[in-house]
């Protein structure tokens, strides 16, 4: 890939909202280039989604999260996949990873409330088969997320609105 | 005492000194609200995390004491090693490093080491507020030298032959530069390097936006060859590291200079900040990749802003380096941004700041994210359209 499609893609990822004026204006490519570009990057799954980043906490909305590690009997063939794949299914899940060590899948469950979470454990997560066993880790507080902090947020209004 | 007998006790030279600029704007400033300032020559991106753990942690240790005259050992080692790995220079840690209060000390420290009194020093405009003064304070006269646009701020070394004489000690040049942004090849350097030794002048070299060169490899001049010791480099961790408030600096220079300038930073400074001093190693041992993330940035903002510029029509050289750009905007550029920041809320340096011949210049610091630099470009064109309206009126 060319550095100006990951110099694109950088852009996006910190400002999902820079305009194509602006994007092509910062890289000095012409607009339609940028647009077309972008296109391709959408066309070809490179770019999935354009998502907001909120901070639920504020609004007042609980919402309750759980890491949960998974142990698996792996199948013949097909390792890990066809049952990462139907844990993945679930709309209650956030992320899911195969991760070396004590376990193998650790999931991202999200609930209205514990009990939500705990019952999708409990009657979806660990009786699927190959699951062997699942220890839940409920998120008692989110220090850092998708690289942005939500605690001790700098202070930049000190900077001198004019300085040689 | 009266206000005029305690007036009458300030000594002449500083009495005579014109307030900065720069400093009647930042009163017109202040109390205004939502104002977008692209009038600020500092790094909008705070210190990385790194180094400002390390200075947390020189604090835990107790680390508030005097250091050496130099600087921490440690600081002059990192930075001879940095100096000698970017750019083949050698400066030898024990006697041509010290470690100052920023650039700007170290500014003062040269032009006081090398200036007798009524000796001259070139400076070449647009230069940064400082330089004038300093040799000033130093009891010696600035050889002013005004570069112009068409030439793209460059420094063209058969002028200098014409305003250069018998009594012209050294010369002051600061690439890239503020305001313009513009930075030197090495050929130029070369010429430059040159008319030094013909006239034999010291050079004060300002680099002090070395990693934040956008389009070319940054050469100091004291890497050319023979000419390192008639060089006094400085540098510092304001602009690249985002440190500017830790006021953390260096000059480097044949010993004998150094010794020079290091017996007026004992008496006057003593030291540079230890805090600041530890923040510097961290800097120059794991700072490599943030400088890295900024300069891109630097760059995709100093496109931005050019191609803004011209689409309004504004004569203007693409910066090189810095985080500055110097456009001639053809009226007075003190109206200009008085004007501006009254009826549009963005603040922008008239660019006479710089320079008593750059009067329908204004200095624009892209040292702000492209959101905010768009929100004030869109003021700024609003603002020369309803110019245009009012003047077909």
């Known amino acids: 890939m060319e550095n100006k499609d990951v110099e694109i893609l950088r852009m996006l990822e910190e400002d999902a909202k820079l305009s194509i004026s602006e994007i092509a204006k910062a890289l000095e490519l012409e607009e339609e280039e940028v647009k077309r570009k972008i296109r391709e990057f959408e066309e070809k799954g490179i770019i999935l989604k354009y998502k907001a980043v909120i901070d639920w906490e504020k609004v007042g909305l609980e919402r309750v999260c759980a890491l949960i590690d998974v142990k698996v009997a792996p199948e013949r063939d097909k390792g890990y996949d066809s049952v990462a794949n139907r844990i993945a299914g679930f709309p209650e899940v956030k992320a899911l990873y195969l991760v070396s060590g004590a376990y193998d899948l650790s999931v991202l469950v999200e609930g209205r409330d514990m009990k939500e979470v705990a019952s999708f454990v409990a009657e979806k997560l660990a009786p699927l088969e190959r699951v062997q066993s699942t220890t839940t880790h409920f998120i008692l507080k989110r220090y850092k997320e998708n690289g942005i902090k939500f605690f001790g947020e700098e202070d930049k209004r000190r900077r001198l609105a004019i300085s040689p | ?298 760059r995709r903002r100093r496109n931005y802003v050019y191609r803004r510029l011209r689409e309004i029509g504004f004569e203007v050289v693409k910066p090189e380096g810095a985080f500055y750009v110097y456009p001639r905007i053809g009226i007075n550029g003190e109206k200009f941004a008085e004007e501006l920041l009254k009826k549009k809320r963005v603040a922008v340096v008239p660019g006479n700041a710089f320079g008593s011949s750059y009067r329908d210049f204004i200095r624009i610091s892209f040292a702000s994210s492209i959101k905010e630099l768009k929100e004030a470009f869109d003021r700024i064109e609003e603002f020369i359209n309803e110019i245009k309206i009012e003047k077909t009126i």
């Open chain 2, 1 to 298: 005492m009266n206000d005029e007998k305690i007036k009458e006790k300030i000594a002449e030279k500083v009495k005579n000194m014109p307030k900065s600029g720069i400093r009647k704007f930042f009163d017109l400033v202040i109390g205004m609200e939502n104002v977008i300032s692209l009038g600020v020559g500092e790094p909008d991106f705070v210190t990385p995390w790194n180094i400002r753990e390390a200075i947390v942690y020189s604090l835990e240790k107790g680390y508030t004491m005097y250091t050496s005259n130099k600087g921490l050992e440690e600081l002059r080692e990192e930075i001879s090693r940095s100096i000698e790995r970017d750019y083949g220079v050698y400066y030898n840690p024990e006697d041509e490093i010290i470690v100052t209060v920023g650039v700007s000390e170290a500014l003062d420290l040269a032009t006081r080491a090398i200036i007798n009194p009524n000796e001259k020093v070139i400076v070449i405009d647009p230069s940064y507020v400082a330089y004038k003064p300093c040799v000033e304070l130093a009891h010696g006269k600035a050889l002013v030298y005004s570069t112009n646009i068409e030439n793209g701020f460059k420094v063209d070394v058969d002028e200098l032959e014409r305003i250069v004489d018998e009594n012209t000690k050294a010369m002051i040049i600061n690439y890239p530069n503020n305001p313009t942004g513009v930075t030197y090849t090495k050929k130029e350097l070369e010429e430059i390097a040159d008319f030094a030794v013909e006239h034999d002048l010291i050079i004060i070299s300002d680099e002090v936006y070395d990693k934040l060169t956008y389009d070319s490899k940054h050469v100091p001049i004291a890497s050319l060859n023979g000419i390192r010791d008639r060089v006094i480099y400085l540098n510092g961790f304001s602009k690249a590291y985002a440190m500017t408030g830790l006021r953390i600096g260096y000059a480097c220079a044949n010993k004998h200079i150094a010794e020079a300038m290091l017996k007026i930073h004992q008496y006057t400074m003593l030291c540079a900040p230890i805090t600041s001093q530890f923040a510097a190693i961290e800097a120059l041992k794991n700072g490599k990749n943030a400088v890295k993330e900024m300069k891109e940035e630097y």
